[in-house]
């Protein structure tokens, strides 16, 4: 121990004690000089590089990052992967994934998606009329489209031209009332549709997202409707139409066996179906593909106890089971992995606006004729043992209020409490070392450690780019992303710069269960501190809301160069202050002639100048058209 702190700190310390090579998944990596870094195609780049960059082209924290690599490695994998099971278990049928666009609806991730997607015959899955709308206009003929959700006329309409287009677009019915209307349909159009059904699992998953299986699931059709609508089917003349059988049994599935539970359901489900006559060659098993977010590799919500290869053989190998048990011809396999596709290409970065500390502000020593609770108070702090400790902890509570109880009743001064808080925090402080060095935390001093921490103001906010922290809990990994061959010698909790309570980050990523604080750095003058939350490309974009109207972050994709450079490929500009208020029917336009007539009025008045006013009015517009977030002035 003692070794060990006379060594200076190294990085792979720090990877150790964040964890990035644990939830990084070969794309993010430290390098000996204490960066985090992006790796993909053998080479390595700096985040705070990239941070440099950005800072040159004026786009100011926060900032979404995108490392499209990354999405395009993650498509290959995913495909490679399902291609190696199926090769080693001998099955006849390839995989064709398709990517769910509400995970990430962005233009850049789903043109990307499709763009790349392409040698993998990667398809979209689509939810609604505006995303299959999406589909049609961003994938070419010949590639597969499942439309899942509630169909009216028109959607179904879209889909039908589709096949006519040449598009392998599958209607998944999702209710029996569906039917008529894609008979109907297709006969006006003169298109043979290309049906889906959607089984309801009777498998329940662990995880957030339990509820999408099971017997009270909204989806999907229970076994007496999937029968009514094969016999509807077959009085139709329609029964070749159903090609494809679905199944999702929800999303961050943390335990294997349970996918290996449900792949043994669907696959039931599968052969009575073919037995029913329809003509199958499709079987979709939805998402679920996890992300290893804490990095532990266990059957926590946050977690996954397998890897892509176990889950891809998994499937394979237990859907195969089954079929050649019952001599029933193998289907191609289709997954609609959001989630682990498009996690890993993002970083949210963003810069350490102030901190606040819980700490003594001046040593106090001891004054003549001061109050007696303060010479109690700190013999107390110095006289801490490991015996004493839970004793003293009591103690130095009990004459903390006492004074706080004479300042309310005028007997104690402002600065005798000011003092006694001092001596308090110290003791507190004094406390925790103790703590640190015991076997067991007693049980009434497990929140000390928390209520000690600093807090690290970050500029961001919560609720705009990380809703899923606010709403479900969601645990992201979260470091800095250099200084990391320092000790951070801090433990904090992070603020956002919304004005809510709500919108601070006290769960992070540990070595092995989850943390209330984070390790970071003293802030250095005159040098920006910069954090990144990663994996965040997964439902964090659109679900975001305009918390005290802070708009969408700047948004920078770049695509890392073989020889270890790097370029800026795509940037969007986030929300400015107009745009923001334009959302909630603002008229920016009056919005300025109202501070106008302000203005002229104070002139009017003598309070100020007609040159102040048009000085005032310029700063006004340019507050406009500048970013919702903090700015530093350069
Ligand atoms: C949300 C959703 C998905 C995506 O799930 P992931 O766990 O993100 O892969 C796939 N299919 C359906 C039907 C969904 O509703």
Known sequence: MDQQKLQPWQAKQSADLYGIERWGNDYFGLSNDGHVTAKTLNTEVALLDIVKGMVERDLQMPVL??????????????????????????????????????????????????????????????????????????????????????????FIDLGLQALKLGFDCFFVIETPSELPIIIERSRAINVRPMIGIRIKMISQVSGHWNSTSGDRSIFGLTATQLIDVVDGLRQEGMLDCLKLMHCHLGSQIPNLEDIRNGVIEASRYYVDLVREGAALTHIDFGGGLAVDYSGIQSEDNHSRNYSLEDYCKTMVETLKATLDNEAIAHPIIVTESGRAVVAYASVLLFNILDTTTFESTVESLAEPGENPLLAKLRDVSNQLTKENIEQSYELVHQYRNQIRNGFKEGQVDLRCRATAENIFLDALHNIADVLDVMDEIPSTMEGLKLSLADIYYGNFSLFQSLPDIWAIDQLFPIMPIHRLDEEPSRQAILADITCDCDGKIDNFVGQTEPQKTLPLHPLKVGEEYYLGVFLVGAYQETLGDLHNLFGDTNVVS?????????????????????????????????????????????????????????????????????????????
């Open 65 to 154: 990052l995108r490392v499209e690599n990354i999405l395009d490695a993650q498509i290959k994998r995913l495909s490679e992967a399902f291609s190696d099971a199926i090769n080693n278990a001998s099955y006849t049928q390839p995989y064709h994934g398709v990517y769910p666009i509400k995970v990430n609806q962005q233009a850049q991730v789903v043109e990307e998606i499709a763009d790349f997607g392409k040698r993998y015959h990667h398809g979209f899955e689509v939810g609604s009329k505006a995303e299959m709308i999406i589909a049609l206009s961003t994938l070419e003929p010949g590639r597969l489209i499942v439309c899942n959700g509630y169909k009216d006329e028109e």
């Open 558 to 634: 770049v695509r890392l160069n073989r020889d270890g450079s790097f370029d800026f490929v795509k940037e969007m500009i986030g929300d400015t202050i107009a745009d923001v208020l334009s959302y909630v029917e603002y008229e920016p336009k009056q919005v300025e002639l109202n501070y106008r007539n302000i203005a002229e009025r104070a002139v009017q008045l003598g309070r100020i100048t007609v040159a102040e006013r048009q000085e005032m009015i310029k700063a006004f517009r340019a507050s406009l058209q500048g970013y919702t977030y903090y700015e530093r002035e350069h």
